[in-house]
């Protein structure tokens, strides 16, 4: 599982840099969406779902 959450985390930065790129350039609003976006992704790594076993 540990491939899924180094891609996750890739494909949050990808977001995070399209989403700073995208502000930047055209629509600061879908810059700011596609940021966030990518932030989620980057977290979501992190969070572990532990059952009670």
């Given amino acids: 599982m540990a491939y899924v959450r180094v891609f ?13 790129f995208v ?17 989620f992704l980057l977290f979501l790594p992190l969070i572990s779902y532990r059952s009670d076993d």
């Fill in 23 to 39: 502000g930047w350039t055209y629509d600061s609003l879908a810059g700011l969406a596609i940021l966030l976006l990518g932030a």
């Fill in 8 to 20: 996750l985390a890739v494909l949050g930065v990808i977001f995070a840099v399209a989403g700073l």
